[in-house]
């Protein structure tokens, strides 16, 4: 079954500070893998889009990871600031899925001054 | 127009009634998705509309839930006789060209329904 498991569920770290998110999916044949970051009450915006070739890409302060054969991904928050308090999602595609995208539940990030 | 719309933004409904959501997508965007967002729960796919072509219906839960399509603009999902389990978020996306590998989703900001 074609799954996305996020961790953790909730983090709360300080301003200032970095903090790395993890994705782990089983989804098969894979093709893509996005992060998505949704604040309260809108829409899911998306920060990184990585196919089965690459490994890091980047966007300001955020760098995914990804690791096809383990099938994990990370995604790093570098200098936190108040605003990155949202749920931050991965979703990922199977290649001949189509319209499928399998989304995680996402992981709730709270940022304190 | 500047992104994906949709209206309501809530909906608060009797149980058993019917409801319409509407979404506008991005000027020239070809493709729409529905999702539902249940609370606490991941993006659930519904339905896509890529150009003329036969909606993608897969991911309707139950056939209470339809949607249409006028062209490449305005979409609503219709839900009838709608339970107590239909509440949730439900989400409209956009995107340029259809599912191709690397085609971006934009997504309108959700119509909360709420089901008594």
């Known amino acids: 079954k074609n799954q996305v498991e996020q961790s953790p569920q909730s983090l709360i770290i300080l301003e200032g500070k970095n903090c790395t998110l993890q994705c782990n999916y089983t989804v098969s044949p894979f093709s893509n893998l996005r992060w998505y970051k949704q604040d309260t009450g809108r829409g899911p915006v998306s920060l990184t889009i990585m196919t089965f070739s690459e490994n890091t890409k980047s966007n300001g302060r955020y760098t995914a990871t990804l690791d096809a054969d383990t099938k994990q991904s990370s995604l790093h928050i570098t200098a936190s600031q108040l605003s990155d308090s949202a749920s931050y999602i991965c979703v990922v595609s199977a290649r001949q899925a189509g319209t499928a995208l399998i989304f995680g539940k996402g992981t709730t990030l709270s940022v304190s001054s | 127009g500047a992104g994906v719309s949709q209206s309501p933004s809530n909906k608060v409904t009797e149980k058993g009634k019917d409801v319409e959501l509407r979404c506008d997508p991005i000027?020239?965007?070809?493709?729409l998705y529905w999702y539902r967002q249940r609370l606490g729960q991941g993006l659930e796919f519904l339905i896509y509309f890529q150009g003329n072509s036969a909606p993608d219906k897969s991911g309707l839960p139950s056939d209470r839930f339809s949607a249409e399509r006028t062209g490449e603009s305005v979409s609503t999902l219709t839900i009838q006789r709608t339970q107590q389990e239909d509440s949730a978020v439900y989400l409209c996306?956009?995107?340029?060209?259809?599912?191709?590998?690397?085609?971006?989703?934009?997504f309108g900001p959700g119509t909360r329904l709420t089901v008594l």
């Open positions: 000027s020239g965007h070809t493709a």
């Open positions: 996306a956009s995107s340029l060209y259809g599912t191709g590998l690397m085609n971006e989703q934009f």
